[in-house]
C-alpha cells in the first residue's frame, strides 16, 4: 500500500480531477494554480476513501506518513506549528465528494486547539473571548461528528451558560463563562466513556477517519440510492490552514466583486471589516465599510485585489464574487465563484464581455436569464421626482416598489396572496422569511449592507431593498417602526427605492424603465440566434410605437373591441348594439367605421414594413352595456324625479331591454367572436372596409402596409369559408374602387379545441393560424379564468394537483398537443401556412422554448414583454429553455 | 340489322335485366313471370336506343316489324285492335333507362286515340266527356313531348275553354266544349306547320322515336354529367296496354297493401272506387271504400287479390303495396313495391314474418329504422279518457298530439319553431305543405283518405294525422272551423288521435305507449346482433325500473345531485353549503349520508347484476342555493314585517351571502366537478361511503351489485390520482368493518377536451372512462348549450354553418377526434379499460354507429330512448347505419 500516493498537494491538481479530489479540493489547486493566494492545503483522494473500507487500519497507517509530510510543508508555508504553543497552526478538514451529495460529515473548523494552543491563540489574537469560542465551538463540531455524541447535550449546557450568565446570544458570553463552559463539554465527553484527543495529530487522524466514516451513513446511502449515485465513488477529505482576519488590525476580512453587481461597471465592488471574520460581514452584526476604503488601510491588499480582478476574470470568463481574509497584513481568497448580479448588471456584463473580446455574442446571451429582462422592466422612481424622502439605506436591490408596511412574513404572505402590495420591513430577515420576500413588493431592513441575507436574496427575486437602514427603529412586538420622533405603524404605505436606497413616506408613482443601449445590443445578440420572430399584441398607434421600440417585428394581435370602449365612442357602439333591425345597425356601424378607420391610420403607419394582425370584434354584444341592474338604478332615479317619460329614460329601457336579452349563463361561450360576424355580417362588412379604406390610403402615400385579418372563435370550416369570402368580397371592390391594391393575409385565431382538430379543414381557407392559448386554455381545461384563478385554480396550485398555473405556463401535455395537432394538420394541407401564438403564453419563457420545438414563426406579447421574449427565443436555440 | 332481337316479350325478361330493358321494364316483366295480373306490354331495348343513335332511319326500319308483331300479340292478348272502331286498343309509352333518370321523355297515355277511336271509346266506357277529355290529354301531350309544340300554347287554350264556360276545374268542362277544345288542339297544331298523325301506328312509331330522342336533349346529358352516369347507357322504351277502370260498374280501381300498414296485422288492407280512375283516388276528391266492401261487389276480384297476396310476399319477401285496375272484371296490377307503414306495423311484419319463416332475424332488423321505434314511443291518448270528440276522420297516421290551430303552413312553421305546439289543419295537402307539417304536432283534413298526401306524409314523419274528417268545414280565408254550429277559430287548442281518427276541443293529456311483444322479440333479435351494449341514464330507482323493463344492461350515468335536490333533502344539501367551516359541512353531510346511502339501496337493487356507474357530485354548489336576488327579496319581506332580526332572515342572509361567494361569470366552466371533491374532500367521502355502505349491505343479503363510481370533470392526472386513493381506502376501511367485499370500479368520465388529450395518463389510475359528450361538445365548440341552443346555434344550423346541432348528433370530425385519441390513448395504457358514453348522444343512432366504429363497450342514453339504441346498435353491425 505504501507506494500508492494518496495525498495531493494542490500543486498536483486541477479543476478537471474532481473524481480523484472531490469538487473542493479540485477547485481549491485550480485556484492555486492560476495564481491566487489560497491558504495552503492538500487533499486526501477518494482512493483513499475506498481503500478505507477495504482496510481500515491498513489505510491510516498507510496514509498517515502523507498526511505528516504535507502538514510539515503546510508549517512552512505558513509559518505556524500545528500543536505550537505561541503561533498555531489550525486546520479545517472537510469532505469533498466528486458530486455534491449532502449526508456526509460536513466541516470542523480549528482543528488542532487544546488547552494550550487556546492559549497562544488568545495571545496571537488578543482576544480570549474570541480564541475560547473557537474552542468551545470546535470541541462541540468535533464531539457531534467524530466522537458521535448527542449535540442536544452540548446545547442544552450553553443553554444554561446563557441562561447562568443572563444573556440571549452566544457572543455575548464571558471570557469566564466560556472557560467554565470548555470545562463542562470536556467532562461530558468523558462522563459519556469517550476521551476527547488532547493531541492535534490525534485530533486529525479521528476527523480524517470520520470523513471517510460518513460516506457510509445511512443519510449518505439513502441519498446515493434516490439520485443514482453510485456507492464506490467515495469522498475526497480536504485538509487546509486555518486563516483569520481577527487577529489584530493588519487583519480584516471581507467580500467582493470583480465588477459591480448592481451596475456591471467595471469597478471593484465590495465590502471589508479590519479585524474581523467572515462571518461578522455576512451577519451583518457590524455594518461594513465599502472596499475603496481598504486603499487607505491597506494599499498593498487594495492593490493585489485590483491585480487579481483581472486575473481572475481571465480565467473564469466570468465577474467573480470572492470572499477574502488578511492575515497580517498577508491577502487570502478563500474562495470565489461566478457572481450573483442585478438583471441591468448581467446585461452590462454580457455586453461589455464581448466588446473585450472575452466571450462571444451567445455567451453573452446565455448568461442574461429572462428572469433578468424580467428586471429590468421593473419599475422604478422618477429621479426628479420631488419626494419627502423618510430615511437613507443602503440601495440593496433596485427597482422601486409601493406596499402596506408589514412586519411578519406570514402577513406578507398572505396578504400578498389576497392581490395587496405589502412592504416587509425587518431588523433583518433570515431563510425563515423567504415565503415573506417572495410575497412583498419590497423588502426594508435597518441592518445588514448589500450582501446581507435580505439583499441577497432580494436581488434573486428582482424585487427593491434598502438595507441598512439605520435610522429605523424597528419595534416587532408592537409592530412599529420609530425615525426620530414619527411613529409608522402596520398598514401605513410606504414607497421604497432600491436604486437609490430610499425609504418615502406614502405612495408614489412609478414609471417604467427605459431601454439601455446595452441591453438594446443583447437583444440584438439574441434576434441573430433566434429562429422565431417576436410580434407584439397591441390596439392603439401608442401601443404599436412602444411594440417597435421594444424590436417587434409585427403585431400578432389588435383587438379592436378596445377601439370601441372609448368614452366618445361606446354611445354608437350602444346604439349599434341596441338596434332592432338591420338598417339601424348599419346606420352606427357607418359611424363606428370612420372611427375605426383612424385607428387603424394611425397602426398602420406605425408598424409601417410589418405587419398588423387585426382580430375582428370578439366579446359578446352585452360587454359594451352597461348592466341590468345598474341601467335600473338610473332608470329608478330618474323616474323618482318625475322624468319617467323622458326620452333618456326611454333610451336607458331600451338599453336595459336588450342587455337583458343578450344575458347569458356562460358568456365565454356565448355569441362572441365570429358568430357576431356570421348572425349579423353587416359588424365584420364595417370593420373589414375600415381596414381597406385605411391600408389603402396609406399604400397610395407609399407607405408599406400588410394587414392580417383574423377571425376570432372560428370552430368550424363553413365559418372560416364564408367570412374569407367576404373579405375577398370587398377587398376586391375596394381596390376597383380606388386603383390600389392592399396586400393582405386571411387567416383565424386557434382558440377553440375543435380550431385545433380541424385545422386541417380550416387551412384551406386560412393563410395564418393565431394560437389564443388563454380562450383555448380556458376550454381545454374547462377553466374560466375569471372565476378559477381566484378560487379553486389558485388552490389547485398550492395543493399541488397542478404543477403551474396554466394561464401563466403552457400545458404542454393538453393544450399543447392541440397546438401539435393543429400545426402538423394546419401544414399538411397548406404547407406555407404562417403560424403564430398571441396569448399570453407568447411572453412565458418556457412556453417560448415550446413554440420554437414547433417551429412557430413567431410569439406575440405585450409590448413590455417583448424583450423577454426576444431572449427566451434565443435561449430556446441555444437549449437553455426547455 | 335485321338479326337482332330489338324488341323483348315480358316472358323474355325478368328483374336482372335492367341494362337491355331498362329499371322498368325490367319490372314489368318479372311481375309477369311470377303470375301477375299485368297489362300485356313488350319493350324495345336499350340497344335499340344505342343503335338508334348511330343510324337512326336504319333502327327504326329494323325495329318496326318486331314492334309490329308484339303489337298483335298485345292485340290478341286483349282482345281489342289498335286504331279498331269498337274496341280500340289504347297503350301507353314510357322510356325507362337502366338507372333512374330524369330530363327524359316520360310518359305517354292513350296512344292510339283519333277521331274515330274517341268515339269507340266513348261509346265503350258509356262516358262521352271522360273518352273527350283523355282524347285532349293525349294531343296535348304528344304535341308536347313527340311534336315539340309550346306546352302554354294548349294551357292557354284550355283556360279559355273554362272562362268560357264559367267553371274552375278541368274536370268540370262539358263534353261539348271539350269537343270543341280537341278541334282548336289540332288546328293549332297544324297552324304550327306540324302533323298531328291520324294513323295509331304512326303515332307509336313518332313516339317511340321521341323516347329515343329524348336520350340526348339537354336536360338529360347534364343530369348524367352531375351523377356520373355513363353516356352509352341509351334507355329501353315499355309499350303497354292501357286499361281502365271507369268503363262501367264491372271496372273499378285501387290501391292495397298485402298487410295492414297502420298495425302490421296480415290482413288485406287498402281502397278502393268502383267505376274510377286511379287518380281519383289519389286525389282525394272521391272518398274511396274499404278493400272489404270489394268482396261483395266483385268476389272474384277479391279472392283474386288474396291469392296475390301471398305470391307477392312469397316473392318479394316484404309487405307490397300494389295499385291495381279492374276493367270489365278482369283485375290488373299496374304496379308494386315495397308498402309504406307504421313503425308499428313495421315491427309487427318484421317479427311475424321471422314466425312464417320467410325471412331471418337480421332481415327482420334490418326492415325496422330507428325513426320506427322513436314512432313507437310516441304520445298517445289514454284509450280510457272520456272524452268530447269533436269530429271523427280517418286513422291515418298514428299517436296523439295537442297544439294550437294553424292553418298555413307558413305559420305552423313560425311558430313550431318558437317552440309552440300546433296541429296544421287543411282541407288537405300538397307537397308545398311539407315545412308545415314538419313544423307540426299532428295534422287534420277534412278531404283525402288513408293514402292522401297528408297521411302518407305524417305516416312518414311519425305524426298523427286525421285524414277524410269531413265533418269539418274549413275556411281557409277566415281560418275558421265549422263544425255544425261550433266555430273553431285559429290559435284554438285541439287534440288529435291519429290511430282512432279522433278530433277533440280542448287540450287532453298524453301517455307514453307501452312496449309490445312485438317489439320486445324485435330487439332481442337487434341484441343477437350487436356489438355494444345499451344502458340507461338514470338518477332513482324508478329510472332503473324503467331502464331494466326498456333492456338496459347496466346503468352508464347515476347523477348523484339529482337526489339533493328533493325538497325534504334540499334545506340539508343548502346546510352543507353554506357552511362556512369542515366541522359544519361534514355535520350536514353525514346527514346527507342516511339519505344518499338509501338511494343507492334502491337502485343498486333494481339492477342487481349490472353495473351502476355512480357519478360524484358535479354541479357548482350554488346551484342548489336560491338566487341572490330571491333571497334579498325574501329577506326585505321580513325587515318589512319588522321581522329583520328573526333566525330566519339571519338564515337567508347567510344563504345570500354564500350565493354571493359562489357566484361566477362561466358556472360551467367554474368551481364544479371534481374540484369540489378535491377542495372539500369530504364531500366526495360521504358519497363514497354511502356507496359502500349500501353496496355492502345488498351484498351480504346476497344481492350482486356492481358500482362503478365516477369521478366528474376530471382533467389532469393527478385530479384522478387523489380520487383514486379516497376510494380505495374507504373501500378497504368499509370491508374491514363489515367483512364484505364489494366488487367495484373507479374511473372517470371524460368531458373535457383535455381529459380525452391526456387519456393515456388517465388510464394508469382510471379503471372505465365514460364519454360525457354533453360537456366535451361545449367546450369543444365553445358552445354554451343554455345561451347557444336558442339563440346562435339556431341560427346556425338554419343558415347551414352547422349540418346539425352537435349537441343531438355527435361532431366526429372535432368532438369525434377527442374521442379516437382518448380511446387509443386508453387502450395503449389499459388495454382491458372499460370505455362507454354517457352523454345524450348515447340515444342518437348516427352518433352510435360511431361508438359502435370506435368499438366502445356500451352506450348510455335515457331509457326511453334505450330501445332506439338497441335497434341502432344492431343496425350499426349491419353497416346501414354510418
Known sequence: MSVVQWVYEYEQGNASMKSLLGGKGANLAQMWNIGLPVPPGFILTTEACKAYWEDRAGLLDAVWPQVRQSMKRMESATGKTFGGKENPLLVSVRSGAPVSMPGMMDTILNLGLNGDTVEALAAASGDERFALDSYRRFIQMYSDVVLELEHGDFEFCLAQAKKEQGCRHDHELSPEMLRKLVGQYLQMVQSKGKVFPEDPWEQLRLAIEAVFRSWNTPRAVTYRQIQRIPDDLGTAVSVVSMVYGNLGNDCGTGVCFTRNPATGERELFGEFLLNAQGEDVVAGIRTPRPIQELKA????????????????????????????????????????????????????????????????????????????????????????????????????????????????????????????????????????????????????????????????????????????????????????????????????????????????????????????????????????????????????????KRAREFGARGIGLCRTEHMFMQAERLPVMQEMVAATDREERVAALNRLKVMQKDDFLGIFEAMQGFPVTVRLLDPPLHEFLPKVPELQGRIAELEKKGQGDAPEAEHLRRLARKAESLRESNPMLGFRGCRLGIIYPEIYEMQVEAIFEAAGELVARGVSVHPDIMMPLVGTLEEMKRLRAMVGEIAEREEKRTGVRVPYLVGTMIELPRAALVAGQLAQEAEFFSFGTNDLTQTTFGYSRDDAEGKFLAEYVRLHVLPENPFHVLDRDGVGRLLEIAVQDGRGTRPAIQIGICGEHGGNPSSIAFCHKLGLKYVSCSPFRVPVARLSAALSVLGLLS
Chains 1, 2 share one sequence.
Open 297 to 544: 488601510d491597506m494599499p498593498e491588499v487594495h492593490g493585489e485585489l485590483l491585480r487579481l480582478t483581472s486575473l481572475l476574470e481571465q480565467h473564469y470568463k466570468d465577474m467573480q464574487d470572492i470572499e477574502f481574509t488578511v492575515e497580517r497584513g498577508k491577502l487570502y481568497l478563500l474562495q470565489t465563484r461566478n457572481g450573483k448580479r442585478t438583471a441591468k448588471a448581467a446585461v452590462r456584463v454580457a455586453v461589455d464581455m464581448v466588446r473585450e473580446n472575452l466571450i462571444p455574442k451567445d455567451e453573452a446571451v446565455r448568461r442574461v436569464t429572462p428572469e433578468n429582462v424580467e428586471q429590468l422592466l421593473h419599475p422604478q422612481l422618477d429621479p426628479n421626482l420631488p419626494m419627502n424622502v423618510l430615511a437613507r439605506g443602503l440601495p440593496a436591490s433596485p427597482g422601486a416598489a409601493v406596499g402596506k408596511v408589514v412586519f411578519q412574513a406570514d402577513e406578507a404572505e398572505k396578504l400578498g396572496r389576497s392581490g395587496e402590495a405589502v412592504i416587509l420591513v425587518r431588523p433583518e430577515t433570515t431563510p425563515d422569511d423567504i415565503h415573506g420576500l417572495f410575497a412583498a413588493q419590497g423588502v426594508l431592513t435597518s441592518h445588514g449592507g448589500m450582501t446581507s441575507h435580505a439583499a441577497v436574496v432580494a436581488r434573486g427575486l428582482g424585487k427593491p431593498c434598502v438595507s441598512g437602514c439605520e435610522a429605523l427603529d424597528i419595534d416587532l412586538q408592537r409592530e412599529t417602526i420609530r425615525v426620530g420622533d414619527r411613529i409608522i405603524r402596520k398598514h401605513e404605505i410606504l414607497t421604497l427605492d432600491g436604486s437609490r436606497g430610499l425609504v418615502v413616506l406614502g405612495s408614489l408613482p412609478l414609471i417604467q424603465p427605459s431601454f439601455t443601449d446595452d441591453f438594446r445590443e443583447l437583444l440584438s445578440f439574441a434576434d441573430e440566434i433566434a429562429a422565431l420572430e417576436v410580434w407584439a399584441n397591441g390596439d392603439t398607434p401608442e401601443d404599436a
